[in-house]
């Protein structure tokens, strides 16, 4: 797994605009794809202002997947999954995606993988560069072409790395496959 320790300043808009980009880099190959920040989005029970909203059309349906992202310091908790899966449920979404600065608590994971709402880690892209050489990690060469953020895609007891360049990893977050 990677080592992800270090923190980001960002403002909480830049994080959700990182967030929106890692997604609208993924949805490139997908049908009327669009995300919008801070959408306000209908349920059941009242309207909601959704951090990220991304719909997309596949296998000739529509979709609409919540995205959340939180900027704390502590870890997510449980009751944070399940508040976004109450959210995907009162309006209807087809998905719920959490992101996070500062990772997740088992709870919160296993109550994810049980309810289908994907967990990503937001890291710098110091994260996704390795290298086996001795002493301090070498940063990545200019050539390597790395985004400056990127998201860990937390799934069982495995990570995938998601970024505005990497689009396989993200779809399937979004609950698309290679049907596309």
Same mark, same amino acid.
């Given at each position: 797994?990677? %080592?992800? /320790?270090?923190?980001?300043?960002?403002?909480?808009?830049?994080?959700?605009? +990182?967030? $929106? !980009?890692? #997604?609208?880099?993924?949805?490139?190959?997908?049908?009327?794809?669009?995300?919008?920040?801070?959408?306000?989005?209908?349920?059941?029970?009242?309207?909601?202002?959704?951090?990220?909203?991304?719909?997309?059309?596949?296998?000739?349906?529509?979709?609409?997947?919540?995205?959340?992202?939180?900027?704390?310091?502590?870890?997510?908790? %449980?009751? /944070?999954?399940?508040?976004?899966?109450?959210?995907?449920?009162?309006?209807? +979404?087809? $998905? !719920?995606? #959490?992101?996070?600065?500062?990772?997740?608590?088992?709870?919160?994971?296993?109550?994810?993988?049980?309810?289908?709402?994907?967990?990503?880690?937001?890291?710098?892209?110091?994260?996704?560069?390795?290298?086996?050489?001795?002493?301090?990690?070498?940063?990545?060469?200019?050539?390597?072409?790395?985004?400056?953020?990127?998201?860990?895609?937390?799934?069982?007891?495995?990570?995938?790395?998601?970024?505005?360049?990497?689009?396989?990893?993200?779809?399937?977050?979004?609950?698309?496959?290679?049907?596309?």
């Amino acid at each position: 797994m990677p %080592r992800i /320790d270090t923190p980001l300043i960002l403002t909480p808009r830049e994080y959700e605009l +990182a967030v $929106k !980009g890692i #997604l609208d880099g993924a949805g490139l190959d997908l049908v009327e794809f669009r995300s919008e920040h801070l959408e306000k989005v209908a349920g059941v029970d009242g309207c909601y202002v959704i951090d990220v909203t991304v719909r997309f059309s596949a296998l000739g349906a529509n979709f609409l997947v919540l995205v959340e992202c939180k900027h704390e310091r502590r870890k997510v908790e %449980r009751q /944070d999954v399940q508040i976004l899966n109450d959210k995907v449920r009162s309006t209807g +979404a087809q $998905k !719920g995606m #959490l992101f996070s600065v500062s990772g997740f608590q088992d709870g919160a994971i296993d109550y994810a993988d049980v309810h289908g709402i994907a967990l990503v880690h937001l890291a710098n892209d110091s994260t996704s560069w390795f290298t086996k050489s001795a002493g301090p990690p070498a940063p990545p060469p200019p050539w390597a072409n790395i985004p400056e953020y990127i998201g860990w895609w937390c799934h069982g007891n495995s990570m995938s790395v998601m970024s505005s360049e990497i689009g396989e990893y993200t779809r399937k977050a979004l609950g698309v496959g290679d049907e596309l």
